[in-house]
């Protein structure tokens, strides 16, 4: 069923639009050598993964000294656990500020969040890719708190997106039998699974068909075409 913000809208994959994700939070004022390491975190554990950075690694992308990073972080599993939290706070104010949310009407602004997040498939993989996903990979099973932080930063962004799912399936299949938690989960699995695809392919068009797939998919749940 279509609604009325999707009759007003530009669809916001249209070209000239779309960008990389930043890589790093702005900080206002001075920026400390905690957050320059954490900041450095961000971009050489998604450039390198997590077991191939060294603390030297994470030193020399930050501008610091190894005496610095020691007197922030007690080892580098500390670090890991602490990045998790950084992109959970960076990213969340990403989406809460993308377009997207402006849209009243909950299924128009699930629409808009999976046509954002093909966006920003651009730039290089490490601008696009999660953080979380390529951390928890490597230290699920070796790293019991960074895979505890990764769960809880993943929970919160699924959250966030599952209370529009909720509230748009109240409006529009509410008899609808499948549970508005679990799909937003899924929307996250086909988002990490398609990162790894970017990966295996070293380019973002298999992650672009993924999330279009993932689209056409919620356009069946709800009944609703789009165009895309």
Request: hydrophobic share 40%.
């Amino acid at each position: 069923m279509p609604t009325k913000a999707a009759a007003k809208r530009k669809a916001p994959g249209a070209k000239g639009q779309r960008r990389p994700l930043p890589l790093t939070r702005e900080v206002p004022g001075k920026v400390s050598a905690r957050d320059k390491l954490l900041d450095a975190a961000v971009h050489v554990v998604r450039q390198k993964g997590y077991a191939a950075t060294s603390v030297d690694d994470l030193c020399r992308a930050a501008g610091v000294t190894k005496g610095a990073f020691f007197h922030h972080f007690a080892s580098k599993e500390e670090l890991g656990v602490a990045a998790a939290q950084y992109w959970s706070d960076f990213t969340t104010a990403f989406f809460d500020s993308a377009p997207y949310q402006q849209l009243s009407d909950p299924l128009d602004r699930l629409f808009g969040y999976i046509d954002f997040r093909r966006e920003i498939l651009r730039g290089n993989i490490e601008d696009f890719t999660c953080l979380l996903g390529t951390m928890v990979q490597e230290a699920y099973e070796t790293s019991p708190k960074i895979r505890q932080a990764c769960d809880a930063s993943i929970s919160r962004h699924a959250a966030a997106v599952g209370r529009d799912i909720a509230a748009a399936k109240k409006l529009y299949a509410p008899d609808a039998t499948w549970d508005p938690e679990e799909l937003a989960l899924f929307t996250q699995v086909v988002l990490q699974g398609s990162f790894i695809l970017a990966k295996a392919k070293h380019g973002p068009a298999a992650a672009e068909a993924a999330v279009l797939h993932l689209k056409r998919y919620i356009e069946c749940l709800f009944s609703k075409k789009t165009g895309r």
